[in-house]
Each structure stands twice: as structure tokens, then as C-alpha cells.
């Protein structure tokens, strides 16, 4: 018996692939998308810890309107974390009791002052390790603490709705540590949380094994491709309401060949969704819908998401429903307008606009300079209130490179596209931090040759950097 089995003995042990198998493979995964991976848990560490969705983004991590899932937790104390660059959040907890976190719903119950750091990571890097008849239950969180005596639970949100079903399912959660994983027992769950009492911190998030089908709370989350052509195109993706779930389709959608934007639009479904039953998106007016139906799966476990993909000839306002074949009942419903996406998708005669002001201001550049300018701001939309693309200067740049934290490897490496092998040789070549980090954003700078500018750096950091350095950019771009 394994020292793990003797400290959990009432745990399903699974075992685990090699760390040299498990490195093999996620390296592998990081060439495909382009991203450098120093490891299997450094990678999870580094690339996998995205910012958390809530509400005022639009997402979909807000309490779900059901009549058999009504807030249950509204006597915990609820507490707003600190969002630290790298999408890890750090809530400081001056005395003992149990306290709700805002934005991802986790709920903490601690025995003394303490201070707790969590991360989002996605269920997909961990697919081989949910073995049937168990399912995903809902986010999978990263939890630190500072003191591992002090965290006595932790209670996950779950995605599902029990409804009148609750006493046909068993909740577990899934306990990931080094080499392997173990299916542990939950102390309690509810209409919305799964309860679990505390043995070690590392990975962890619920499952479920039910005899009956399963209903979801939903969401649809809506992308629009950014090009220069007059007609529309859409993704659309329907997905559980799951935050590990959401944040794969934000992944996905972040390293495709095409350029989106999200659409704000109110993603949560107001029926539920249940495995296995069909559903149809209607566009009125007519538009190509592909597929027209599709049978509907949590697709947290898959590497890739499906979507629906809505063309539209013609710019004109129109309405997305989600229908329920079995019922032919609205799931979710939408009306998208063109000013949903305008400051993002200029059209043709904006963007000639913009051209002919760089020309005025920067007569120096060449026509295939000016081309390309134009091309980077149609494609990243980074004509804003009338604000001139001017590119930042050296010391606009040390002010931000002083601001970066010890992650700022992380997040050049996902947000600006930097590779290894270039901080490597900035390293190699200069010793002070500071002056690396510079050295690195006006590598960035010189790459996006016209589009080196505050508004573009902004865009690029928005979802990792600290409010600092966000608010820093932000002042740069109300001086051009």
C-alpha cells in the first residue's frame, strides 16, 4: 500500500501516468498552441490559472434563476478577493468562521486568521483521471494556504440542478497530488455547493455519479469574427455553468487563427439543459446556422468545444434562440445589434479614415508600412474614442515593466506571444529585473512595428495584469 492509500484509506486510488510521460504530454499540447511549458505542474501553474469570470464580464458565474436552486449560502460573510496577475485571487481572512468568495462562489471555512491564494484550472489537462461511471460536477480550483492547519473546508459550486432528484446522486470530489489522484468522500452538499473537509491543498473539484439523467444550469456564450468582410460570422457554444468549462471556450477562442470579440449578451440559460436531448439555434431573420441541431454533452472533459457557427449575409440586427427540440420550449434567447460589436468591427470607411490620420502624423512611414498599421488596428479594433495609435516610448515602458510582479515570464509568455527562448536570451544577456522586463516589452514593442501602443498593450495584459499596470496604460493612452 502506497504512503497516499495509508492517508486516505477510504479513497479510490487511480493511478497516474509517469511525471516524464506527463511532461512528454503536456509539451506536446504547449507546441500545438504555441505555448512553452517548463513542466507538468509548473504548467499548470503557469498557463492554466486564468482570470475567473463573473458577472459584471458578462460571464456566466453568477447564481443561476432556479426555483430549486435558490442561494443557500446567503449567511456567509461574503468577501471580494484581490486579482493578482497570472489569474490567481488571495482573500485575507482576519478571524475564524466561513466566508463566501464573490466571484467564484468557493466557500472557506477557517479556524483562525489565514490567508488563502486559489486559481481557476481547466478539467480537460486532467480527463484521464475521471473514470465512468463519475462526471464533472462543477470548476476544478487550485487552493493555497498559508497555514494548512487553518482551512478546514472548502464547498465547490456545482453546475447542476438536483432539483427533486438530489437523494438518486453521490457527490465526491477529485483530489489531484504528485504522482496521482484519489476519489475522495464529500462531508455534505446542497442545492449549489459540494462540501469537502480539508486533507491536503492541491487540485481539487467535485464529481458526480447519478442513476437518473442529469440537468445542467446552462450558458451561451456568444463570438463574433473580426475582419474586414461586410457579412457577419458567429460562434456560438453552449456550455454548462461551469467556470473550467468557460475558461476552456476563452482558451479556445484565444488561440484560433481568426480574431474574435465576445458579445455581451445575458449568457445563462432559463431552462435547464439536460444530457442527451437535442437542441436547435433559430435565427430570425434566416441566417446559416452549422450545425442546425446538436445533442447536448458537458463538454468539460474534451480537449476541444464544439460550437455553433451563425453566417449572416447582411449587417442587420437580429435575433438568436436556443429551442428545445423535445418541447419546443426557448432555452435562451438574444437580439444582437450592430452596435453590440461597432467599436470593435469598424467598417470600411473608418478604417480609410484612420489610415489617411497615420499618413498625417507619421509622413515617414512607407506605404507597406502604413498598410501594415492599418491592418494591425482592423484586426485588434484599437481605434477608441478618437484616441491616435501612438507607440510607447522607453520610459512609458520602464514605468510598466517596474510594475510587472515575479509572473511576468507567465503572462508574456500566454498574452503578448512571447517565446522561451527570448526571455531566455534577454536573461542571458542582462542581470538586473527590471531592465529584463523592459527588455521584453520593447522586443514586443518593435514586433507589432506601428501597433506598439498603450491601447494594444492594454488589450493584451487586460485579462492578467494588476489593476496598476492596466491603470498605467490606461494614462498613457489619454496622452496621445
Given at each position: 500500500m502506497s504512503f497516499w492509500q495509508k492517508l486516505h484509506p477510504g479513497a479510490h486510488f487511480?493511478?497516474?501516468?509517469?511525471?516524464?510521460?506527463?511532461?512528454?504530454?503536456?509539451?506536446?499540447?504547449?507546441?500545438?498552441?504555441?505555448?512553452?511549458?517548463?513542466?507538468?505542474?509548473?504548467?499548470?501553474?503557469?498557463?492554466?490559472?486564468?482570470?475567473?469570470p463573473c458577472c459584471n464580464d458578462s460571464e456566466a458565474n453568477c447564481l443561476p434563476l432556479c426555483e430549486h436552486c435558490r442561494?443557500?449560502?446567503?449567511?456567509?460573510?461574503?468577501?471580494?478577493?484581490?486579482?493578482?496577475?497570472?489569474?490567481?485571487?488571495?482573500?485575507?481572512?482576519?478571524t475564524e468562521g466561513t466566508y463566501q468568495c464573490s466571484l467564484t462562489g468557493l466557500i472557506f471555512e477557517v479556524m483562525k486568521a489565514v490567508k488563502i491564494t486559489y486559481s481557476l484550472l481547466s478539467w480537460s489537462k486532467y480527463a484521464n483521471l475521471v473514470e465512468k461511471p463519475w462526471i464533472v460536477g462543477g470548476p476544478l480550483f487550485d487552493v493555497r494556504c498559508d497555514s494548512a492547519t487553518a482551512l478546514a473546508s472548502i464547498q465547490f459550486p456545482h453546475s447542476l440542478c438536483l432539483g427533486d432528484h438530489g437523494a438518486g446522486m453521490a457527490f465526491k470530489v477529485l483530489h489531484i497530488k504528485g504522482g496521482g489522484a484519489a476519489i475522495e468522500p464529500s462531508a455534505d452538499y446542497s442545492a449549489s455547493h459540494v462540501k469537502w473537509l480539508v486533507s491536503s491543498l492541491s487540485p481539487v473539484g467535485p464529481l458526480i455519479q447519478s442513476q437518473e439523467p442529469v440537468q445542467y444550469h446552462g450558458a451561451v456564450i456568444l463570438y463574433k469574427v473580426v475582419d474586414e468582410q461586410p457579412s457577419l460570422s458567429f460562434r456560438v457554444y453552449v456550455a454548462t455553468n461551469n467556470d473550467s468549462f468557460i475558461k476552456d471556450i476563452s482558451r479556445a477562442v484565444k488561440h484560433s487563427n481568426k480574431k474574435f470579440i465576445k458579445i455581451d449578451k445575458p449568457p445563462v440559460c432559463q431552462k435547464l439543459l439536460q444530457k442527451g436531448k437535442r437542441y436547435r439555434l433559430v435565427c430570425e431573420p434566416e441566417a446559416e446556422v452549422t450545425p442546425e441541431e446538436i445533442e447536448f454533452v458537458d463538454g468539460s472533459l474534451l480537449k476541444l468545444k464544439s460550437y455553433i457557427e451563425v453566417y449572416l449575409e447582411k449587417p442587420?440586427?437580429?435575433?438568436?434562440?436556443?429551442?428545445?427540440?423535445?418541447?419546443?420550449?426557448?432555452?435562451?434567447?438574444?437580439?444582437?445589434?450592430?452596435s453590440d460589436w461597432i467599436h470593435y468591427d469598424q467598417n470600411k470607411n473608418e478604417q480609410k479614415r484612420s489610415a489617411v490620420s497615420v499618413k498625417k502624423r507619421k509622413p515617414a512611414l512607407s506605404i507597406l508600412e502604413e498598410d501594415a498599421l492599418c491592418s494591425k488596428k482592423q484586426r485588434t479594433g484599437n481605434k477608441a474614442?478618437?484616441?491616435?495609435?501612438?507607440?510607447?516610448?522607453?520610459?512609458?515602458?520602464?514605468?510598466?515593466?517596474?510594475?510587472?510582479g515575479?509572473?511576468?515570464?507567465?503572462?508574456?509568455?500566454?498574452?503578448?506571444?512571447?517565446?522561451?527562448?527570448?526571455?531566455?536570451?534577454?536573461?542571458?544577456?542582462?542581470?538586473e529585473v527590471n531592465m529584463q522586463k523592459f527588455l521584453l516589452l520593447s522586443k514586443w514593442r518593435d514586433r507589432e512595428q506601428g501597433n506598439g501602443t498603450a491601447e494594444a498593450l492594454y488589450k493584451s495584459l487586460h485579462e492578467k495584469a494588476s489593476y496598476e499596470i492596466l491603470q498605467a496604460l490606461q494614462g498613457f493612452s489619454a496622452q496621445c
Amino acid at each position: 500500500m502506497s504512503f497516499w492509500q495509508k492517508l486516505h484509506p477510504g479513497a479510490h486510488f487511480i493511478p497516474m501516468p509517469s511525471l516524464h510521460m506527463q511532461v512528454c504530454k503536456c509539451a506536446f499540447k504547449n507546441v500545438v498552441l504555441g505555448i512553452f511549458s517548463l513542466g507538468f505542474y509548473e504548467y499548470e501553474e503557469q498557463e492554466e490559472k486564468e482570470s475567473l469570470p463573473c458577472c459584471n464580464d458578462s460571464e456566466a458565474n453568477c447564481l443561476p434563476l432556479c426555483e430549486h436552486c435558490r442561494n443557500e449560502n446567503g449567511q456567509k460573510e461574503q468577501v471580494t478577493p484581490r486579482r493578482l496577475a497570472g489569474g490567481q485571487y488571495i482573500m485575507h481572512l482576519d478571524t475564524e468562521g466561513t466566508y463566501q468568495c464573490s466571484l467564484t462562489g468557493l466557500i472557506f471555512e477557517v479556524m483562525k486568521a489565514v490567508k488563502i491564494t486559489y486559481s481557476l484550472l481547466s478539467w480537460s489537462k486532467y480527463a484521464n483521471l475521471v473514470e465512468k461511471p463519475w462526471i464533472v460536477g462543477g470548476p476544478l480550483f487550485d487552493v493555497r494556504c498559508d497555514s494548512a492547519t487553518a482551512l478546514a473546508s472548502i464547498q465547490f459550486p456545482h453546475s447542476l440542478c438536483l432539483g427533486d432528484h438530489g437523494a438518486g446522486m453521490a457527490f465526491k470530489v477529485l483530489h489531484i497530488k504528485g504522482g496521482g489522484a484519489a476519489i475522495e468522500p464529500s462531508a455534505d452538499y446542497s442545492a449549489s455547493h459540494v462540501k469537502w473537509l480539508v486533507s491536503s491543498l492541491s487540485p481539487v473539484g467535485p464529481l458526480i455519479q447519478s442513476q437518473e439523467p442529469v440537468q445542467y444550469h446552462g450558458a451561451v456564450i456568444l463570438y463574433k469574427v473580426v475582419d474586414e468582410q461586410p457579412s457577419l460570422s458567429f460562434r456560438v457554444y453552449v456550455a454548462t455553468n461551469n467556470d473550467s468549462f468557460i475558461k476552456d471556450i476563452s482558451r479556445a477562442v484565444k488561440h484560433s487563427n481568426k480574431k474574435f470579440i465576445k458579445i455581451d449578451k445575458p449568457p445563462v440559460c432559463q431552462k435547464l439543459l439536460q444530457k442527451g436531448k437535442r437542441y436547435r439555434l433559430v435565427c430570425e431573420p434566416e441566417a446559416e446556422v452549422t450545425p442546425e441541431e446538436i445533442e447536448f454533452v458537458d463538454g468539460s472533459l474534451l480537449k476541444l468545444k464544439s460550437y455553433i457557427e451563425v453566417y449572416l449575409e447582411k449587417p442587420d440586427d437580429f435575433t438568436l434562440s436556443l429551442i428545445e427540440l423535445e418541447s419546443d420550449a426557448t432555452v435562451w434567447k438574444a437580439k444582437l445589434r450592430e452596435s453590440d460589436w461597432i467599436h470593435y468591427d469598424q467598417n470600411k470607411n473608418e478604417q480609410k479614415r484612420s489610415a489617411v490620420s497615420v499618413k498625417k502624423r507619421k509622413p515617414a512611414l512607407s506605404i507597406l508600412e502604413e498598410d501594415a498599421l492599418c491592418s494591425k488596428k482592423q484586426r485588434t479594433g484599437n481605434k477608441a474614442g478618437g484616441i491616435e495609435t501612438r507607440n510607447l516610448t522607453d520610459q512609458q515602458l520602464m514605468v510598466i515593466a517596474k510594475l510587472f510582479g515575479r509572473q511576468w515570464r507567465e503572462i508574456a509568455i500566454e498574452c503578448l506571444q512571447m517565446e522561451m527562448k527570448d526571455i531566455e536570451q534577454i536573461q542571458a544577456t542582462e542581470e538586473e529585473v527590471n531592465m529584463q522586463k523592459f527588455l521584453l516589452l520593447s522586443k514586443w514593442r518593435d514586433r507589432e512595428q506601428g501597433n506598439g501602443t498603450a491601447e494594444a498593450l492594454y488589450k493584451s495584459l487586460h485579462e492578467k495584469a494588476s489593476y496598476e499596470i492596466l491603470q498605467a496604460l490606461q494614462g498613457f493612452s489619454a496622452q496621445c
